[in-house]
Structures are given as C-alpha cells and as structure tokens.
C-alpha cells in the first residue's frame, strides 16, 4: 500500500492550497485517515482526520480554517485550507488506517508535502 500526497506549495498568509492524499495498491478496505504536520524544530502534530462513514474531528488550531473530505471511491483524502498563516508552514503527511488482502490492518504513511506559509 502506498500513500502520496500532493498540493503544497508556496502561499502569501491569507491564501488557499488543498491537499491530497491518494492511497493506492491491493486495497480491501481504506478506515480511518489522518492529516499530520511537523514543522522545523518541533514535533508532529495531529491536523486533521476523517473515518469512512465522513466523521471529521479538527485540532483546534485548523477550526474554522481547514475542511477535511475523501472520495472512499478513490481513496483519496483531501485538506482545503483556507486563511493560510504563518504558522502552518510545515511538512504534512497522511496517513490512512488500512486492511490490505493477504497482510491485515496496519496504518500507511505518505512521504509527506510541504507547505509554506510566507507572511
């Protein structure tokens, strides 16, 4: 199972990027999936996350701010995030709770994406 992400990129405070996750490979079944950012110096964070019935739960930094969605279809996460400021500049990474045929349940981890937030 692989998990790429993409959609950073560089942004003026204020401004908008929305991010993907596309999980792909001998999928069964795609649960819960998870938005995480680490920026210089200081530890991972959680973001955002989102189980497969579309129950959504926010760190209270992102409230207001960032909208999590999938399309289980695809298996594809997304993170619109609006009002972009300063202090979101990290690299985010995803990961999504999985049971792949012929291994079992484990939690997939994409390589990561950077966002910069210039003020």
């Known amino acids: 199972v692989q998990l790429v992400e993409s959609g950073g990129g560089l942004v003026q405070a204020g401004g908008s990027l929305r991010l993907s996750c596309a999980a792909s490979g001998n999928i069964f079944r795609v649960n819960a999936m998870r938005w995480f950012r680490q920026a210089p110096g200081k530890q991972r964070e959680f973001v955002a996350a989102i189980t497969s019935g579309g129950r959504v739960n926010y760190a209270d930094s992102v409230k207001g701010r960032f909208t999590i969605s999938r399309d289980n279809a695809k298996n594809t996460m997304y993170l619109q995030m609006n009002s972009l400021k300063p202090e979101d500049t990290a690299v985010y990474s995803c990961?999504?709770?999985?049971?792949?045929?012929?291994?079992?349940?484990?939690?997939?981890w994409g390589q990561g994406t950077q966002v910069t937030v210039s003020s």
């Open positions: 990961t999504a709770h999985v049971l792949e045929e012929g291994v079992g349940v484990f939690d997939a």
